[in-house]
C-alpha cells in the first residue's frame, strides 16, 4: 500500500483499451473456457516486451464476468499489435471467433477503446496499493501543484 494522497505520473496522451467476458451459462465450461483462458497468453507476451507498447494492465473478476483495464502508449501501437500475425492476438482471435461462435451463447465479450489526448486525463488515490495508471507508468505525491483535479488537469484555478 502507499499512503497518503497521490496520484499517476503521465503528462502524455494514452490509450485506454477496456475489454471484459462474461460466462452467460456456468455449467457449460468447456464451451467458456478456451475463450476465457486466451488472454495470459497475449498479457505475457505483451508484458515482456515493453516496445509492443502496453503500459500496464488492472483486472478484477466480477460476478459472472471480468474486466482487463489496458493502458497503450498510443493507438498506433494497439492495433500494430492487434493484427501483428507475428504476435499472439492474431492467431488467437482468428481461435478466439471459432470458440465463441461454438459456444453458442455460452460466453460474450466486450471491448472499448478510448484515446486520451494529453491533458484529458487525471486520478487520485488515497492509502491505496498501484492500480490503473499508477501501476502502468508510476506515481507520484499529490504536492500544492496537483491538489485539485482541476490543476491535475494542466486547467488554471
Known sequence: MQQGRW?????????????????NRLPAVRRW???VSAMPRMLRELQQDPALGLLGVTSTIHGR????????????SLLAYAHDAEHAHRPA??????A????????GIWHETFVVPAGGHESVYVD??????????????????RETARTRLGRPA
Open 7 to 23: 496520484t499517476h505520473d503521465h503528462g502524455d496522451g494514452l490509450v485506454v483499451f477496456l475489454i471484459g467476458a462474461r460466462v
Open 33 to 35: 473456457w478456451p475463450v
Open 65 to 76: 464476468g471480468s474486466l482487463m483495464v489496458q493502458y497503450w502508449r498510443d493507438l498506433e
Open 93 to 98: 482471435w482468428g481461435a478466439f471467433n471459432r
Open 100 to 107: 465463441v461462435r461454438e459456444s453458442r451463447g455460452a460466453v
Open 128 to 145: 491505496m496499493p498501484r492500480v490503473g495508471l499508477p501501476l502502468a507508468v508510476g506515481a507520484v505525491p499529490i504536492g500544492s501543484l
